[in-house]
């Protein structure tokens, strides 16, 4: 018992200090861009409905703090799996991105709208800012069996999640609704091609 809670342990420690490649940071730009595409859909539709500048800047902070959350609490869940699956996790996890990127393209192409929410209670408030996050878990999840570098992983996951809803929101009262469409299909793209490449 005392030999696998040293396992996890150490195991824990090593995704925190796991080492930064150029190629696994352009790997988590890429990410943090496809999941922050997610948000910046969703802002649009609600800048589309009329949105004050101090609510703005509220919900944008909000949504970076749960994109930092969520897929911090989705690495060490991953981590673990990791663990369980053994060789078999790099497939599991690029199914899992196959899956999540498909579900965006095909959200996108229903037209889903977004739900009505009021984004100046706190109810309304996390309620938005977890539905966009949840797709930070789940990639969160998928970057934890490959022992991804979580300081690097929170800071653009949370940064993308919180510039691009903001940019979303300030330019969805100027914009076709078409776009916030677009730019989640793309977002499921770059995660689906990412899951093709993690599987092959």
Known sequence: MFGRETKRTWG???????P????????????????GLDAFSLGLGIGLKGIRLPDVLK???VIALFHVLM?????????YVSGLL????STAAGILLVLLG??????????????SFDHRSLWGLLVLAISVSVDSFSVGITLGMFAANIWATILLFGLFGGLLSIMGLLLGRKVSGNLGEYG?????????V????FIF
Request: hydrophobic share 60%; charged share 10%; glycine share 16%.
């Open 12 to 18: 824990r420690l090593a995704l925190i200090d796991a």
């Open 20 to 35: 930064l490649h150029a190629g696994q940071l352009l790997t988590l730009l890429i990410i943090a861009l496809a999941l």
């Open 59 to 61: 919900l944008g902070a």
């Open 71 to 79: 897929p911090l609490a989705g690495m060490f869940a991953g981590h």
């Open 86 to 89: 053994g060789d078999v996790a």
């Open 102 to 115: 498909g579900h965006m393209i095909y959200s996108s192409l229903r037209g889903e709208a977004v739900q």
């Open 184 to 192: 989640e299909a793309c977002g499921g793209a770059i995660l689906l």
């Open 194 to 197: 990412f899951g093709v490449l």
